[in-house]
């Protein structure tokens, strides 16, 4: 069987920018995330904790806490985007690699609005689908070669690769030597995924996790009322665990199945929220994985 890595993130605390007077600030994260009894992070969206690698170190060692993995979108589905990809993509995975964690979570851009749900770019047709494809193989390939991470793709919510039939067909277009699949339990369940048919389906293809639970009533009013990811966020789709979907249990006795050691992050949108919410959440949900985890590692 293979260990169930678990952690938390700054998602948890309800941070989705670098910079924004809504959000936890930092020093409280690191501070709250560590009393809720987790020791292991992600960065989150770069710029958010600091970038200095001495400072943030320093900042991590004081409270027993290391990194598991950078975070960082892309939009290589567009012509001419390399090079802005690449911009953010690099600065993010030094910081990462000089954290001493191996992964980076990449993120695709998304074709609807967050908020109003209006659809803002057409969805990729199959020849699309493919170009993107091999541009992700080269941008896993490239952060491989100059970082030594491996890229952890991240199926997103209103986003290009969202779905359980447009994660097939990225897995069909991309290179599992160099991408492989960050399975965001949530994103998968809101876009109507089945998080077990992929990891029985692609089992050499789960290289991360991020635990995450939807409110399946919330989640048939979003649909109804035609809304984007953002607004589905603030009305609470992403809820506390046990009371969504997935089921934990099993899904976590699938991810020991595998024979391979995992990071498994707890990762509960709550943009925005109000400052004392995200603690004693993230304390319950420790509990709650300890006591229905199975074999995860704390």
Not at 5 to 30: C, H, M, N, Y
Not at 75 to 84: G, V
Not at 165 to 170: I, Q
Not at 242 to 271: H, M, N, R, S
Request: hydrophobic fraction near 35%; aromatic fraction near 8%.
């Amino acid at each position: 069987m293979g260990t169930v890595k678990i952690g938390s993130a700054p998602d948890s605390w309800g941070v989705w920018f670098a910079d924004d007077p809504q959000q936890t600030p930092w020093e409280r994260f690191l501070d709250e995330v560590a009393a809720a009894g987790y020791t292991r992070i992600e960065l989150g969206p770069y710029g958010y904790l600091p970038t200095d690698p001495s400072r943030l170190k320093e900042e991590l060692d004081k409270r027993g806490l290391t990194m598991t993995a950078g975070t960082i979108f892309e939009h290589l589905h567009r012509p001419d985007s390399w090079d802005s990809t690449w911009n953010d993509v690099s600065k993010a995975a030094e910081l990462t690699a000089a954290m001493g964690a191996k992964h980076l979570v990449v993120i695709p851009s998304m074709w609807r609005d967050g908020v109003t749900g209006e659809i803002t770019e057409p969805r990729l047709d199959r020849e699309g689908q493919a170009r993107h494809g091999r541009q992700v193989t080269e941008l896993g390939r490239r952060i491989a070669e100059e970082f030594g991470l491996k890229t952890q793709y991240h199926p997103h919510a209103d986003g290009h690769v969202d779905t359980h039939d447009t994660v097939e067909t990225f897995l069909e277009d991309t290179d599992g030597a160099y991408v492989n699949l960050c399975l965001d339990t949530g994103h998968i369940s809101y876009c109507g995924g089945d998080n077990l048919k992929l990891i029985q389906d692609h089992p050499d293809r789960i290289g991360y996790v991020h635990l995450k639970q939807v409110d399946p009533e919330i989640l048939a009013v979003v649909e109804a009322d035609g809304v984007g990811f953002g607004e589905a966020v603030r009305r609470g789709v992403m809820c506390e665990p046990p009371t969504g979907v997935p089921e934990f249990p099993p899904l976590l006795d699938a991810l020991a199945g595998l024979d391979v050691d995992l990071f498994a992050i707890v990762e509960q949108d709550l943009y925005p929220c109000p400052p004392d919410v995200p603690l004693p959440i993230a304390e319950r949900t420790l509990t709650y994985l300890r006591s229905h985890g199975g074999g995860v590692s704390i």
